[in-house]
C-alpha cells in the first residue's frame, strides 16, 4: 500500500522522475518547482504586501504565530544552498501569504540540503503542466492530466491554466468520463461548479482555446476532448 505523502524528499523526486540531481537543481534554481523545508514550532511572522500610491511595496503583517508544517524556498535561496550545502533562511514563500518571515528577535535557522521537501501538490502541478510523466519522459505522455485542484490541465499535449469555476467544471466532465458516461448537461454542470453563468462560452471565454479542452454536440451537451 502507498502512503499518501503531503511532500517528498529530493531522492524520491529523482526517482520518480528518472533525473540527475543535478537536473532537479537546475529546475528549482530556475523557479520551475518550488522546494520546501518542513519546520516545527518556528516564530513565524505571515503577511501581504501593498503598494502605496507613489509605487512604494511595503509589508503588511497578517499573523504572528508559533509555526508547524511547511514553508516555500525563493528560487535564489534554493540556489545558493544547493550551493554552500547550508544557509540561513529567514524569508520563505507560503500559499497562505505574499511572504513568510522569521521574526526579527528570534535566533537564525540553519537549513541543509538534507532539509529540502517537494510538496505533493507542487509536484503534481509541474507534472501536469510539463507532461513529464513518473518515468521522466514525455513519449508517453496521457491525453489528460490534472494536478491535484485541477488549475493546471494538460489535454492532447496541450497546457490550460484554469480559474476555480473553470477547474471545478472540467473536474466534473473528467468524474463523468471516468464513469463512462462522458457526455454530459452544459447547464447541471456550470450549476453544480458554482457558476454565474450557464453558457459554457461565458465560463470559458478567458481561455481562448478552450473548445481543443471541451467538447460540444451543439444540444447541450458537452464532454472533455481528450481522446
Not at 507542487?122 to 507534472?127: G, I, N, Q, Y
Not at 468524474?175 to 462522458?182: M, N
Amino acid at each position: 500500500m502507498e502512503i499518501e505523502k503531503a511532500y517528498f524528499t529530493l531522492p524520491e523526486i529523482m526517482a520518480r522522475w528518472n533525473i540527475s540531481e543535478a537536473d532537479l537543481v537546475y529546475l528549482a534554481e530556475n523557479d520551475r518547482i518550488r522546494l520546501s523545508v518542513r519546520v516545527f514550532n518556528m516564530p513565524i511572522e505571515f503577511g501581504d504586501h501593498e503598494t502605496t500610491d507613489d509605487g512604494q511595496r511595503y509589508s503588511v503583517p497578517s499573523a504572528r504565530k508559533r509555526y508547524s508544517g511547511l514553508l516555500d524556498l525563493h528560487a535564489h535561496d534554493a540556489f545558493l544552498l544547493f550551493r554552500c550545502g547550508e544557509l540561513v533562511l529567514s524569508e520563505f514563500r507560503t500559499p497562505n501569504a505574499d511572504h513568510a518571515s522569521l521574526r526579527p528577535d528570534e535566533s537564525a535557522v540553519v537549513f541543509m540540503i538534507g532539509d529540502l521537501v517537494l510538496r505533493r501538490a507542487e509536484r503534481d502541478r509541474f507534472e501536469a503542466e510539463s507532461g513529464f510523466s513518473r518515468s521522466g519522459t514525455h513519449a508517453l505522455e496521457p491525453p489528460f492530466t490534472a494536478s491535484a485542484d485541477y488549475q493546471t490541465i494538460r489535454c492532447n499535449g496541450q497546457a490550460f491554466h484554469l480559474g476555480q469555476i473553470q477547474a471545478q467544471v472540467v473536474r466534473l466532465l473528467h468524474e463523468a468520463a471516468l464513469a463512462g458516461s462522458p457526455w454530459i448537461s452544459g447547464k447541471s454542470v456550470l450549476t453544480s461548479a458554482g457558476a454565474r453563468s450557464l453558457k459554457m462560452s461565458d465560463v470559458f471565454k478567458s481561455q481562448p482555446g478552450w473548445r481543443d479542452l471541451i467538447r460540444s454536440n451543439r444540444r447541450g451537451l458537452y464532454r472533455l476532448a481528450c481522446d
